[in-house]
């Protein structure tokens, strides 16, 4: 039976379409389709083989690498770290030894990482955010090239699997932050310990020492770097030949070590790492997980990282076991691939470095081609084998396309160039530009530090961040402190361990003078917008990082008011919005959106959520409609149908009960979970709707998809007609359609013409409101 | 760089490497573990903790049976209770009250085991809105006010502290801070407000507020500002005392309790300020004589007094039996409600204000048998219904 299949595939490859043999149709891909794995696998004859030393390095192999590199690396810088480690290059280059204690009012210590911000710094003063851009894309070349190098020696469709999922996994680290050193260094380190082993002479013990040099001074997680050197040192192979002994691994590891020590912070360098790496063991968990970036990884949203290291982990368990079957060696594979799942799983931050080690175990656990791939491929079904390359490589294809256009969950920045609209520090810049405030920042996430610390407004300096908190132990006030900031506990009460809770002292203590809230910390933006009597006040609705000033402190009081003004102006008089475009600005080119021509909606919803967290539903809406014309996504929809929610909730709380029209758009666009949060407001389902207002209904349907229905005044009933409250919820509808689509006076006849008919519906108190409020824009 | 050197197979076969991979799980499970359990707990509200064995005030009686006798009758003991508490519905049921700037009127109902409060438009049209009202907060000393709670979005409480409040002398009448037109914000029943406004109301209210799931347990909420609320470590208290013999407690053993008379005068006032405000919780601008909120908090008041600031180190006991000091408890036992007559606290300045202490200054104006607070803290209105003695002392 084999041999009458080797002899179809044989006679396959002989075949000819339009005069060209069939392999060539496949051109560079026919390596990776008929590989010598599978012809030795039938027995096929060595004419139809082509076997190669080197075969791993298919062009169609290559080709496919370098897209995941492209689509992977050209998508626009996102990390929150950005401008935190700029300025602290800039700290750096202006003299400072210890950049956190010129940037920082509450650090004192000094940081062993303190270059780590030079050459983000040097890069982006040579080149702007091109060029670190240019630098992402290099880097994230650069982990391809090192896995695929190191999985070289592996059968091609494992080798490929492998470089391919642990690329997914560890591209995150392209971006411009300590994390990049760190995730190169472990890498280096793998490759030069193995290269010591085959050869441990000094030259090559020297590399190994002068990366921890260099690590140690730029990054943080050195110590993960002592752990795999030493993994890979002292569980190696004893059956070849020239192997450094036991005492020869732990010299060189303590020198590594030592090396590792020689920062401006010294002894202190490995412990500070350490607890970087695991900040449990330096605050208490219960507040080391209030921080995300620091939360076990089975805590947080799934993205591709996280999937693509959950393959890894799922691939490395079946290998361990594989080898374990088979008698051979799993000491150093199994140890590498337990720390590496060890770090991953109890700390979010660790993905990275997770993937790195799990991939790297894996490669290290895999049959290789040279010896055991027969033994591997020896029982598999005929059909597997042949499926499983054009799988992986349509899989990998699919991937590759979802992730450039930003269709997959949790991973919306799809292929550009630049930064993403959110690290765009003009605006904060704006609303600080004219403020004459004197004091302490407190900074609530490392993006509101970065983006204070970069603009250099004078007089303002910012208190703290989380990893200089940790260090530092000072976490657990920090996160007490933004706690009682995210449940509006403003004064004073007795925590249950009994020290004193309660923002409003610890932040006149230190002369606070401003709060800077990152936008992805929406529960305390809304606490604090949310209640009328705090003191502190937003003064920028454009700023992703959210400036809040205290009411009544000259400094700013001028700006908050024209917030206020702007507010009104936005919730009742602002023409129809246009989606907030991605392309085309200073900082960030929408290459996906350009090329296919497709809209991309993350900045329009990210705004949206924002105004929704500062209570400015309207406004969230506005901006909303226009994208919900252009595409059905689900984030949209969602957004959306939370703002009008808000609204249908506040409508029932002043009259009682919600309108119709609120109720309706949101039962038409909210999806479970959502529809599941209308405890108290009690919104009528859609069919009692429909029964009850049909005409609402049929236009509610062109609402919710953007297209605002067109009121005519000419069309509005003078006279109640069929049944009022039906009219009445419709003239309501009518009035906010009108008003969100810009058409403020059209729609103030409107209200009046519903005020006159039905002066006594539930709805027409809160448009008697309404109508004052928006008169002053008329 | 081959990758084919750790391919060689082990000579002794499966169980070692299975015993070491077994190994390696367990360490690092087992490391885990430890740093899991020995975990410190997340400092958060006490009055929000869930406790396992809440201290009850029967517990406290057992050695303390006077003052757990007497607190029955202090205001801190009926700072919250049920709306459909007798007590309560007696004060509303059936009676309304009309809204300033013919915004409708406010009638109360006892229907269904439930208090009830519906607004009625001028008109009586069809925009009645009826509330359930849940909790009567305030012990009817000065005011007492009733809250309505609902689930909200996020599944916590939301809360409305309504427009109509019961007062001693005029019954009932506008809230306090409610009265005039209707602002943004406001709804005709009252003032809205979200699950940490509510929940900051509550924790003056009450001695445990436990939550599940982020929303309050309301079979479990201890009302009143009990035992437990002002002696922290209760708990840890009752088990000491519990594991001791009476001839060790006289010895002066540690009785895991804090001691209020261990506590500086400014400790002191800002423990009640918890809840009645401190000063340092104001800015400079708002602590000044003239500025009227500041009635309203007395330890706030008391604390910018020159007789605060001006005192010296706590000495030995009085005859009056109270310590040389200024702090609440000099005038005000927390167990027993307030004294009405102004020779007891007359009695109090004189420990300080008389004629053989050096460091003070006898009255220049009155003798120092004449009523001091009828000058120095007069009791001042704050609204048509509800006068609060300043605690600012001062000469006026």
Known sequence: ?778 | MPANSNSTSAPSGIRPVLGKLAAACSAVAGVTVIVWISLPRIPIDRITTQRKQLVQPSNCAECHPDQVASFKSAPHAQTLRLASDPSVVQRFDGKSVKLPDDQGEIEFRFRQHNLWAVHKTPKGSDSDHAIRLDWAFGSGLHAQTLVATWRNLDNGNDGLEHRVSWYPNAGLAITLGQSGPLQPGLTPHGKPMNHAQLMNCFACHSSNLPHQSGRLDIQSVQPNVGCIRCHNRAEEHLTAVTKISSSEKQSGQDLHIERWSDFSPLESVNRCGECHRRADEFTAEELTPSNKLLIRFAPAGLVMSRCFQQQRPASRETQIGVKKQLTCLTCHDPHQPAKSDPEFYRQRCVICHAADQQHTKLCSSQPTSSQCVTCHMPKIPIHPNLSFTDHWIRIR
């Open chain 1, 1 to 778: 039976m084999p041999q009458a299949r080797a002899c179809l595939n044989n006679g396959r490859n002989n075949a000819r379409v339009c005069g060209v043999p069939l392999n060539n149709w496949f051109g560079p891909f026919r390596q990776l389709l008929f590989s010598p794995t599978v012809n030795r696998r039938f027995n096929v004859s060595q004419r139809c083989q082509q076997p190669s030393p080197n075969s791993a390095r298919s062009p169609a192999s290559i080709v496919l690498l370098v897209a995941a590199v492209g689509c992977l690396a050209i998508t626009p810088i996102e990390s929150d770290e950005l401008w935190w480690q700029l300025s602290r290059g800039r700290a750096v280059i202006d003299g400072a030894v210890a950049p956190c204690q010129e940037l920082l009012t509450a650090d004192v210590a000094r940081e062993a990482d303190w270059l780590g911000g030079v050459p983000f710094y040097l890069v982006h003063s040579i080149a702007d955010v091109s060029g670190l851009m240019a630098l992402k894309l290099a880097v994230v070349s650069g982990f391809a090239w090192l896995l695929w190098s190191r999985a070289n020696a592996l059968p091609h469709v494992a080798a490929l699997t492998l470089t391919f999922a642990g690329l997914l996994a560890i591209a995150g680290a392209g971006e411009p932050a300590p994390l990049m050193f760190d995730t190169l260094a472990l890498l280096l380190v793998d490759r030069l310990a193995r290269r010591w082993l085959v050869k441990p002479s000094w030259i090559n013990a020297l590399g190994v020492v002068g990366l921890f040099l260099v690590w140690s001074n730029l990054a943080r997680l050195p110590a993960l770097g002592l752990a795999s050197l030493a993994i890979v040192l002292l569980c190696r192979d004893r059956s070849a030949d020239r192997q450094p002994t036991n005492w020869q691994s732990w010299r060189l590891v303590g020198v590594a070590a030592i090396a590792s020590c020689v920062t401006p912070r010294g002894w202190w360098t490995l412990w500070d790492s350490l607890r970087l790496l695991m900040p449990w063991i330096a605050a208490p968990f219960v507040v080391v997980q209030q921080y995300s970036a620091w939360q076990p990884l089975a805590w947080t949203q799934w993205g591709l990282p996280e999937f693509a290291f959950g393959i890894l982990t799922v691939a490395g368990v079946i290998g361990l076991i594989n080898r374990v079957v088979r008698n051979q060696s799993s000491g150093r594979p199994g140890l590498l691939f337990l720390l590496g799942q060890f770090i991953a799983w109890t700390s979010n931050a660790n993905l990275t470095l997770g993937a790195v080690l799990t991939t790297l175990a894996l490669i290290d656990a895999w049959p290789t081609r040279s010896s055991d791939v027969a033994a591997s491929f020896r029982n598999q079904p005929l059909l597997w084998c042949r499926a499983l390359r054009p799988i992986l490589f349509v899989t990998a294809s699919l991937i590759l396309i979802c992730r450039a256009s930003g269709w997959l969950p949790n991973c919306p920045n799809r292929l550009g160039w630049g930064l993403v609209p959110h690290l765009d520090p003009a605006p904060l810049q704006q609303a600080l530009q004219q403020t004459q405030l004197r004091g302490t920042v407190h900074c609530v996430g490392i993006r509101a530090a970065g983006m204070l610390s970069w603009l250099r407004p004078n007089g303002l300096t910012a208190f703290d961040i989380p990893q200089r908190a940790l260090l530092g132990r000072r976490l657990p006030v920090e996160a007490a402190l933004n706690r009682d900031l995210l449940h509006g506990r403003e004064f004073s009460y007795r925590r249950a361990d009994l020290s004193d809770g309660g923002w409003w002292i610890p932040l006149q203590k230190r002369g606070t003078a401003l709060l800077l809230v990152d936008d992805g910390y929406a529960g305390i933006i809304r606490q604090l917008c949310q209640d009328a009597e705090s003191i502190w006040r937003p003064f920028s609705l454009q700023s992703s990082v959210v400036p809040f000033g205290k009411a009544g402190d000259p400094g700013c009081s001028h700006q908050i008011i024209e917030t206020l003004r702007f507010e009104r102006y936005l919730t009742w008089a602002a023409p129809a919005a246009k989606p907030i475009s991605n392309s085309g600005s200073d900082t960030h080119w929408d290459l996906w959106g350009t090329t296919t021509k497709t809209p991309d909606p993350s900045a329009s919803v990210r705004q949206a959520r924002l105004l929704n967290a500062m209570q400015l539903h309207i406004p969230a809406i506005r901006l909303l409609a226009p994208v919900l014309n252009q595409t059905n996504s689900h984030s949209v929809r969602s957004a959306f149908a939370a703002g009008q929610l808000a609204l249908a909730y506040s409508e029932r709380l002043e009259v009682g009960q919600p309108s119709h029209f609120r109720s309706l758009a949101f039962r038409s666009t909210a999806d479970m979970s959502l529809q599941c949060k209308v405890a108290y407001a009690t919104l009528p389902a859609e069919a009692e709707l429909r029964k009850r207002n049909p005409e609402l209904f049929n236009d509610n349907t062109r609402y919710v998809n953007g297209k605002p229905p067109a009121v005519d005044a000419s069309q509005l009933p003078a006279e109640p007609t069929g049944d009022p409250a039906a009219t009445a919820e419709l003239l309501y509808a009518r009035g906010w359609w009108l008003i969100e689509s810009g058409q403020l006076t059209m729609a103030l006849a409107v209200f009046e013409n519903m005020l006159s008919t039905y002066p006594d519906h539930h709805l027409s108190r809160l448009v008697r409101r309404n109508v004052q409020d928006a008169r002053e824009f008329q």
